[in-house]
């Protein structure tokens, strides 16, 4: 005996029965590459310290505990903060606090020109889609004041 089972096509994606998908299907055209959705300023400000400034799209947020940040040659920094993180429960990691619309850190150290300081952070679309891991490597180059993002 053969049974013959149709695939119907969905035609809205409402029929899905993930409504977390659902949402993903319907917005895929509002995801936004990691670049686009969390854009990465470096600058020396004018105390000398690297101003790291994010502009999160208005449907993204940062993690504050995913932000990471490390120095080679290894030499102690100290950052801060201007913002406020927003805590909320949020589906994957619990219980978090998160950054919306900007993002300001300063590092403070007596960098060098040698100084490479890597950058690990993460973030998420409203929509429920999460980017994987976003590592930047800040090249700076203190006695022409410019800082390269790769």
Do not use: H
Not at 20 to 45: C, G, M, R, V, W
Not at 63 to 88: C, H
């Amino acid at each position: 005996m053969i049974f013959l089972f149709s695939n119907p096509v969905l035609s809205a994606v409402e029929d899905t029965l993930n409504t977390s998908l659902n949402t993903l299907i319907k917005d895929s055209n509002e995801i936004k590459s990691p670049d686009q959705a969390f854009q990465l300023k470096a600058t020396f400000n004018d105390l000398d310290e690297i101003e790291l400034t994010w502009l999160i799209d208005k449907k993204c947020f940062l993690y504050k505990e995913k932000l990471k940040i490390s120095v080679s040659p290894k030499q102690k920094f100290t950052s801060k903060t201007t913002n406020t993180a927003i805590r909320q429960d949020d589906e994957f990691f619990g219980d978090v606090e998160v950054y919306y619309n900007n993002l300001r850190y300063f590092l403070i150290a007596d960098f060098n020109d040698n100084t490479i300081i890597d950058l690990v952070y993460q973030g998420c679309n409203e929509t429920g889609f999460c980017y994987p891991p976003i590592k930047k490597q800040l090249i700076l180059n203190k006695s022409k004041r410019t800082i390269s993002v790769d």
